[in-house]
């Protein structure tokens, strides 16, 4: 279901027909609720002469479009939506991300990280996510203030810049919000305009943007 056919179909009263991938409850706590740790990947002493990181990727259907998701020795590196059944272009910014490094689709290897998204809040079989994340300090700094936000909850790109301890860097906050990796799990969704939510460079598409805060309002009723 593309994310604009989910927003058209969103009841806040009725929700239990919104989605209709049997896969994923409607009534979970999205994007996540899950325990978060950051660790930045480190290339080891053994792989000094080799490539910089083993990074498996998968594809997959979610409520809210295709979307890929890269890992590094089960944690994962990256999140990313893709439209008109073409990853061509979001794989191609995994390798410049990554660049260097070893890249293998694998569907087996990515799964659990799939599963621990959409699937592990309801049948809390799922271990903790963790994330290992390529980024400068500021940026980092950005990604955290997003993962300390609540399901539900928007704040503005200056409310960003003064909770980090940087009240003019907004613009430099808006970059550190476009380059987020993960998205979904590091929910720059949840980072609006100071006027309006419809906020046209959202990387993944205003559409989505959308979906996602309905989802999350949604899921605020009972």
């Excluded at 295709?66 to 439209?83: G, P, Q, R, W």
């Excluded at 990604?143 to 980090?164: H, N």
Aim: charged share 20%; aromatic share 10%.
């Amino acid at each position: 279901m593309s994310p604009k056919h989910f927003l058209s179909n969103l009841d806040r009263r009725s929700r239990t027909d919104s989605v209709r991938n049997k896969n994923v409850p409607v009534r979970m706590n999205f994007p996540h609720q899950v325990e978060v740790c950051f660790k930045v990947p480190k290339r080891s002493k053994s792989t000094e002469k080799g490539p910089a990181f083993d990074i498996k990727y998968g594809l997959y259907d979610s409520p809210f479009g295709a979307l890929v998701i890269a890992v590094i020795e089960e944690k994962i590196c990256a999140l990313a939506f893709f439209d008109n059944k073409n990853p061509d272009s979001t794989l191609s910014a995994l390798y410049q991300r990554f660049a260097g490094s070893l890249f293998t689709k694998d569907q087996d290897a990515t799964k659990a990280a799939y599963e621990a998204i959409f699937v592990g809040m309801r049948t809390k079989a799922m271990g903790p996510v963790t994330l290992t994340v390529k980024g400068t300090l500021f940026q980092i700094k950005v990604w955290k203030t997003l993962l300390s936000t609540t399901r539900g909850q928007l704040l503005t790109y200056g409310d960003v810049a003064r909770t980090i301890g940087h009240p003019r860097a907004v613009r430099a906050v808006g970059s550190a919000v476009g380059h987020n990796p993960i998205s979904l799990i590091i929910p720059c969704h949840r980072v609006i305009g100071t006027t309006s939510i419809f906020d046209t460079q959202y990387r993944w598409g205003p559409d989505r943007k959308l979906a996602l805060i309905g989802w999350e309002q949604a899921a605020k009723f009972p």
